[in-house]
């Protein structure tokens, strides 16, 4: 929608008033499948798609796709649907283009982290894109918050605590008091029963999501330089205290022995 409304402007052509939801990320909320992008999503809904990257054919189709998710949804507005998949709808009004935006469900809670996400930053292709990603742990490479800003600022929404629409759980490391008896988090157990139940939820590792995200030896590389950064300072005050310990040691020996020469 943003390149449309970029290609109108630059055009001269005024921009509608309009309402609208990506057919894309109501797809993702709605199914769970390998792939989104519009032929194999048409293909796993059984919806015909002959002439692929042709204007007219590809809006039939994601008019079809959105009725489908409609469908499996169950709804038939756009409240309804901002309700079912906690995304505000974006819209065209007086010349102004304003994106989709992920709804925040937590409100009336206190919490650090704060969602400041760029529609226009927005990466469709990235993994992570229009899911919901729930994380739980202590993580090994980086703080929850900064996990929760890579996924709000490509598209995806970052949730707080487990709800039944969620798409992703990423598992840090547990600490013993927030275990159950079973021995794991309670935002475990309940993603392990709703995949129990029928419900469609992936469990990623904190590894995992760093290779999914596609930042995997940017991440490592910035922990080997913390590692080596944090040796070096310590060999250094190593090193200073060696130092220090044997002045003082010289110090010790020879006081005495000057003492004596000057008594001399």
């Known amino acids: 929608m943003f390149a449309i409304a970029e290609a109108l402007t630059k055009n001269n052509i005024p921009l509608p008033n309009l309402n609208y ?42 008019a079809k796709v959105m009725l489908k998710c ?15 998949i906690n995304i505000r709808h974006g819209f065209y009004n007086g010349g102004l283009h304003n ?84 021995g794991k988090s309670s935002k475990q157990i309940k993603c392990e029963e709703l995949l129990a139940n029928g419900g469609s939820v992936e469990i990623l590792s904190e590894d995992e999501f760093y290779e999914r995200f596609g930042i995997w030896d940017e991440t490592i590389k910035n922990m080997w330089k913390k590692i080596i950064t944090y040796t070096v300072a310590a060999l250094a005050v190593i090193g200073v205290g060696v130092v220090l310990f044997s002045l003082i040691g010289v110090a010790v020996f020879l006081l005495p022995l000057l003492a004596g020469a000057f008594k001399k």
């Open 21 to 62: 939801f990506c057919s894309l990320r109501v797809a993702q909320k709605a199914f769970s499948l390998l792939k989104y992008s519009l032929e194999p999503l048409c293909k796993s809904l059984g919806i015909p798609f002959e002439q692929i990257h042709r204007a007219e054919s590809d809006a039939d189709a994601c």
């Open 70 to 84: 409609l469908d499996k949804l169950q709804v038939d507005s756009f409240e309804g649907l901002e309700h079912k």
């Open 99 to 182: 994106g989709q935006k992920s709804i925040a469900t937590n409100i009336g809670k206190t919490k650090k982290y704060s969602n400041t996400a760029n529609p226009d930053n927005f990466d469709e292709d990235n993994y992570f894109y229009g899911k919901e990603v729930l994380f739980t742990g202590e993580m090994k490479y980086g703080n929850r918050e900064k996990m929760r800003a890579l996924i709000d600022n490509i598209g995806g929404h970052s949730i707080d605590s487990f709800k039944k629409s969620v798409d992703i759980l990423v598992e840090g490391v547990q600490k013993a008091s927030n275990l159950t008896t079973d």
